[in-house]
């Protein structure tokens, strides 16, 4: 991920770093001695007094067991440990064999097999994780089940929004505390079932019409009383169980009109919850095709919903279909027409590049982040690149000042958002410590999770974790997502598009995901430069670029060496080979520590100093602060490579030059 200026780090002592560090290993170890151990049976009554306890503890802002001190002592951030990854469950639910809390071994992943339990205990919920005690299926033993991380589903904790639920392939394990617990990192292991009736209880072949019928309409009129009263998981729950019963032969022969209305309904709801895929394929089996006008009206209901479904996908074709056909059943539509003119916008945009930049800036605010736009990046192309893996090449000449692409965000959390989450990661593979913006990673989980078709487009870019889920995005049971191969990805590829909102610190830094961006790869002498208009990444050649030539731009802009490859390294994995690097690397210790100590002086210069109206003398001060960090540069050497250390106080000369 981009990394942060200095004003943004996180200082923690060592002492805390180390107690991090011990307490994982520690884990680790016990769990290592312990794997395979038959499960030691729970009090009943000791396990919810416990997690009563701990629930009103929680709700009082008891300290977090998970959370790590800063220096400073002034606040706390989540301490998460990561690289011992596993791959969710792919088996659906109706092959998976049963099993009971007798069955489960320690530190052991139950492949094949399926635990029902319900929920016996108030949730305990911390800021990475929640937790609660559950019974077996037989309501004989207690057991804790945990949810790491992606804990939340549409606003609402997963574990509070079931009595019931169905573990796929359980994962039993201690957690940093030592207890033992059953344990969720992919929310598709994780079946929630709305009632005490499980998935599997539903029958696939009903033979009473009349019965399938009145079960059908009642979920029917269940969903519309949860839509009115705006719960949207409850109604989406209530439709789609209507549409089990509705979609089948028995109901399809003698009322195919109600599951027509129920996927018309469901459309409705999965815009509400920003599941396009699913609104736009319920919106387009909805339709009747009749000329009633009822039916038409109906129909243009429907091509609405997949329009916008399509729209907000940014299948702008697509859209310019649905809605065209909206209009030919409903004439004089305005809303229809309003859909069509921004459509034309956006495939100026997507075709030509042609964005109204003071128009976008000037309807940004803190309340509207994020801007209605396309995506234009047909002047790139994805191939490999030597050495360096996959790049982006330009597929015609770019000048200097030119765009050379413009990326609408796959995903961004604003600092200023609930979403916004920093944790202190210790990476078992490395043994490093690093700040991470786990709220992104959840965020682009719920996303993929919501929007199925979009998977394969993130699980193909770079992360160290590869898993074993690249073809398997769906199951009967829903989409499958691998949350550890997302946080791998947004570790290497997530950028920090700034506080353009308001202040921000590291514990609330604004990051987001920008797909095709990140495969540019990095340069201390780029020939492309990025800026940010909301969550639309602007790319601007600084300098010409040839077709068929490779695009960079720089990961980390620090003027100092030592601080850029440390930051290369830890964030990245790499360290650069560049000429300026090679350059730098060469040069005396004292040279540089010296250009570090300028380069210091002059940040402070400008932030004191305003160009605008610079006295004489104050000119002649920021001159003699360049020519010194000039003359730490060995001229032959650095012929035709940047001075980085002297770009800030060269940029305030440049200014102040143009004002006299």
């Given at each position: 991920?981009?990394?942060?200026?200095?004003?943004?780090?996180?200082?923690?002592?060592?002492?805390?770093?180390?107690?991090?560090?011990?307490?994982?290993?520690?884990?680790?170890?016990?769990?290592?001695?312990?794997?395979?151990?038959?499960?030691?049976?729970?009090?009943?009554?000791?396990?919810?007094?416990?997690?009563?306890?701990?629930?009103?503890?929680?709700?009082?802002?008891?300290?977090?067991?998970?959370?790590?001190?800063?220096?400073?002592?002034?606040?706390?951030?989540?301490?998460?440990?990561?690289?011992?990854?596993?791959?969710?469950?792919?088996?659906?639910?109706?092959?998976?064999?049963?099993?009971?809390?007798?069955?489960?071994?320690?530190?052991?992943?139950?492949?094949?097999?399926?635990?029902?339990?319900?929920?016996?205990?108030?949730?305990?919920?911390?800021?990475?994780?929640?937790?609660?005690?559950?019974?077996?299926?037989?309501?004989?033993?207690?057991?804790?089940?945990?949810?790491?991380?992606?804990?939340?589903?549409?606003?609402?904790?997963?574990?509070e929004s079931g009595p019931v639920f169905m573990i796929k392939e359980p994962y039993f394990t201690l957690t940093d505390q030592g207890e033992a617990t059953l344990r969720i990192d992919h929310p598709s292991d994780l079946v929630v079932c709305q009632d005490e009736?499980?998935?599997?209880?539903?029958?696939?072949?009903?033979?009473?019409?009349?019965?399938?019928?009145?079960?059908?309409?009642?979920?029917?009129?269940?969903?519309?009383?949860?839509?009115?009263?705006?719960?949207?998981?409850?109604?989406?729950?209530?439709?789609?169980?209507?549409?089990?019963?509705?979609?089948?032969?028995?109901?399809?022969?003698?009322?195919?009109?109600?599951?027509?209305?129920?996927?018309?309904?469901?459309?409705?709801?999965?815009?509400?919850?920003n599941q396009l895929d699913e609104a736009k394929a319920d919106a387009i089996n909805s339709l009747t095709g009749r000329e009633d006008q009822r039916s038409k009206d109906l129909d243009s209901k429907a091509y609405f919903r997949a329009g916008c479904a399509a729209?907000?996908?940014?299948?702008?074709?697509?859209?310019?279909?649905?809605?065209?056909?909206?209009?030919?059943?409903?004439?004089?539509?305005?809303?229809?027409?309003?859909?069509?003119?921004?459509?034309?916008?956006?495939?100026?945009?997507?075709?030509?590049?042609?964005?109204?930049?003071?128009?976008?800036?000037?309807?940004?605010?803190?309340?509207?982040?994020?801007?209605?736009?396309?995506?234009?990046?047909?002047?790139?192309?994805?191939?490999?690149?030597?050495?360096?893996?996959?790049?982006?090449?330009?597929?015609?000449?770019?000048?200097?000042?030119?765009?050379?692409?413009?990326?609408?965000?796959?995903?961004?959390?604003?600092?200023?958002?609930?979403?916004?989450?920093?944790?202190?990661?210790?990476?078992?593979?490395?043994?490093?410590?690093?700040?991470?913006?786990?709220?992104?990673?959840?965020?682009?989980?719920?996303?993929?999770?919501?929007?199925?078709?979009?998977?394969?487009?993130?699980?193909?870019?770079?992360?160290?974790?590869?898993?074993?889920?690249?073809?398997?995005?769906?199951?009967?049971?829903?989409?499958?997502?691998?949350?550890?191969?997302?946080?791998?990805?947004?570790?290497?590829?997530?950028?920090?598009?700034?506080?353009?909102?308001?202040?921000?610190?590291?514990?609330?830094?604004?990051?987001?995901?920008?797909?095709?961006?990140?495969?540019?790869?990095?340069?201390?002498?780029?020939?492309?430069?990025?800026?940010?208009?909301?969550?639309?990444?602007?790319?601007?050649?600084?300098?010409?670029?040839?077709?068929?030539?490779?695009?960079?731009?720089?990961?980390?802009?620090?003027?100092?060496?030592?601080?850029?490859?440390?930051?290369?390294?830890?964030?990245?994995?790499?360290?650069?080979?560049?000429?300026?690097?090679?350059?730098?690397?060469?040069?005396?210790?004292?040279?540089?520590?010296?250009?570090?100590?300028?380069?210091?002086?002059?940040?402070?210069?400008?932030?004191?100093?305003?160009?605008?109206?610079?006295?004489?003398?104050?000119?002649?001060?920021?001159?003699?602060?360049?020519?010194?960090?000039?003359?730490?540069?060995?001229?032959e050497k650095y012929k035709g490579l940047p001075r980085l250390a002297a770009r800030t106080i060269q940029q305030w000369l440049a200014l102040a030059g143009q004002r006299r």
């Open positions: 991920m981009a990394s942060q200026h200095d004003e943004n780090t996180i200082f923690m002592t060592e002492q805390e770093a180390e107690r991090i560090r011990n307490t994982i290993k520690t884990r680790l170890q016990r769990c290592s001695e312990l794997t395979g151990r038959t499960r030691e049976p729970r009090d009943s009554k000791d396990a919810i007094r416990q997690a009563t306890g701990a629930s009103l503890m929680a709700d009082m802002g008891a300290a977090d067991p998970d959370s790590a001190q800063t220096k400073e002592q002034r606040s706390t951030i989540p301490a998460i440990a990561v690289g011992q990854p596993y791959p969710p469950c792919i088996i659906p639910l109706r092959d998976l064999q049963p099993m009971k809390f007798s069955d489960l071994r320690m530190d052991t992943h139950h492949r094949g097999r399926l635990l029902t339990v319900k929920r016996a205990s108030p949730v305990v919920t911390l800021v990475a994780r929640s937790w609660t005690m559950v019974y077996d299926e037989g309501g004989d033993e207690i057991e804790r089940l945990e949810v790491c991380l992606h804990k939340t589903r549409h606003g609402k904790d997963v574990l009736t499980s998935p599997n209880e539903v029958k696939d072949d009903v033979d009473d019409a009349v019965e399938a019928e009145k079960f059908a309409r009642t979920c029917k009129d269940q969903g519309n009383a949860a839509l009115e009263r705006q719960n949207l998981p409850q109604a989406y729950g209530n439709y789609t169980e209507g549409l089990k019963i509705a979609r089948q032969n028995v109901l399809t022969k003698s009322n195919p009109d109600l599951a027509r209305d129920l996927s018309r309904n469901r459309a409705h709801v999965n815009l509400l919850l729209y907000n996908l940014g299948e702008y074709q697509e859209a310019k279909g649905y809605f065209k056909e909206q209009q030919k059943l409903s004439p004089g539509n305005e809303t229809a027409s309003a859909y069509l003119r921004n459509i034309e916008k956006r495939l100026r945009e997507q075709d030509a590049g042609a964005y109204n930049f003071k128009k976008i800036k000037a309807g940004l605010s803190r309340n509207r982040p994020r801007i209605d736009a396309a995506s234009f990046i047909s002047n790139t192309k994805i191939e490999e690149s030597p050495g360096r893996g996959r790049g982006l090449f330009a597929t015609r000449d770019i000048a200097a000042g030119e765009i050379v692409m413009c990326e609408k965000a796959f995903c961004v959390v604003w600092g200023h958002e609930n979403e916004t989450l920093t944790a202190m990661t210790y990476d078992v593979r490395d043994d490093r410590i690093r700040v991470s913006p786990v709220g992104l990673t959840k965020s682009i989980v719920q996303k993929l999770i919501s929007n199925p078709s979009q998977i394969e487009t993130v699980m193909d870019m770079y992360g160290d974790y590869q898993g074993d889920v690249k073809d398997a995005p769906m199951t009967e049971d829903g989409p499958v997502v691998d949350t550890f191969r997302v946080h791998d990805i947004v570790c290497r590829n997530a950028f920090g598009p700034g506080g353009q909102h308001g202040d921000e610190g590291i514990s609330n830094a604004s990051t987001g995901l920008w797909v095709r961006a990140a495969y540019i790869n990095h340069s201390c002498v780029p020939n492309a430069q990025k800026e940010y208009v909301g969550d639309l990444m602007v790319l601007r050649a600084v300098r010409s670029i040839a077709a068929g030539q490779e695009i960079s731009h720089s990961y980390d802009e620090s003027s100092d060496y030592d601080a850029r490859r440390a930051a290369l390294l830890t964030t990245w994995g790499f360290e650069c080979g560049c000429a300026l690097c090679a350059a730098e690397k060469t040069d005396d210790p004292a040279a540089r520590k010296k250009r570090k100590e300028l380069a210091g002086e002059a940040d402070l210069f400008v932030a004191n100093e305003h160009w605008g109206g610079a006295k004489r003398l104050t000119v002649v001060k920021a001159r003699r602060i360049a020519r010194d960090i000039e003359g730490t540069y060995d001229g």
